[in-house]
T-cell receptor
Framework: DTGVSQNPRHKITKRGQNVTFRCDPI?????LYWYRQTLGQGPEFLTY????????KSRLLSDRFSAERPKGSFSTLEIQRTEQGDSAMYLC?????????????FGPGTRLTVL | LAKTTQPISMDSYEGQEVNITCSHN???????ITWYQQFPSQGPRFIIQ???TKVTNEVASLFIPADRKSSTLSLPRVSLSDTAVYYC????????????FGGGTRVLVKP
């Protein structure tokens, strides 16, 4: 499978715990994006990487959220001190720089439930 | 960013054509119109994009009138597997790095 992969697919945690999600983009896609989607809503942009550089962050990404892409390949999204409001689907997308930004390839998402 | 308005939901039957209209009254000169499809428990999937007139691919057609203040996604002869949420997005093709999704249109295809 050469699509975007995300792990884990589901995560249940207790309030106050830290969680980390991983995204493996399509090989050679140098752009990587994170989005958050709550029930009944469209995805909301969180952050964007061009290779290993984090170039843009949404205000949604509070100081409890951090994302990395250390070698310009896979990326991780960490949420510290989780809150019930963090329960959502976290989506990763990638695209090659040869594509316009509006053609992004999404992974299946990681569904987070904070109890 | 141009705001988009689309119906919340639509019902259809297998074999029918489904047309979803999106309004984007304040679309800018450089903006393109892009549509994504999302199945339950999956990430969105790019369907089609266009700037003006008509664009057709193996999945859908996109009709854009001359004033570009609206666009219509047309899904020919839908099947049950076309049941999904369809999002209309408007933005500049080469600028900015984030997709801005609205609430989408939930299409239910019935047998």
């Amino acid at each position: 499978d050469t699509g975007v992969s995300q792990n884990p697919r589901h995560k249940i945690t207790k309030r106050g715990q830290n969680v980390t999600f991983r995204c493996d983009p399509i090989s050679e896609h140098n752009r990587l994006y994170w989005y958050r989607q709550t029930l009944g809503q469209g995805p909301e942009f969180l952050t964007y990487f061009q290779n290993e550089a984090q170039l843009e962050k949404s205000r949604l990404l509070s100081d409890r959220f951090s994302a990395e892409r250390p070698k310009g390949s896979f990326s991780t999204l960490e949420i510290q001190r989780t809150e019930q409001g963090d329960s959502a689907m976290y989506l990763c997308a990638s695209s090659p720089s040869s594509h316009p930004y509006n053609e992004q390839f999404f992974g299946p998402g990681t569904r987070l439930t904070v109890l | 960013l141009a705001k988009t308005t689309q119906p919340i939901s639509m019902d259809s039957y297998e074999g029918q054509e489904v047309n979803i209209t999106c309004s984007h009254n304040n679309i800018a000169t450089n903006d393109y119109i892009t549509w994504y499809q999302q199945f339950p428990s999956q990430g969105p999937r790019f369907i089609i994009q266009g700037y003006k007139t008509k664009v057709t691919n193996e999945v859908a057609s996109l009709f854009i009138p001359a004033d570009r203040k609206s666009s219509t996604l047309s899904l020919p002869r839908v099947s049950l597997s076309d049941t999904a949420v369809y999002y209309c997005l408007v933005g500049f093709k080469a600028a900015g790095n984030k997709l801005t999704f609205g609430g989408g249109t939930r299409v239910l295809v019935k047998p």
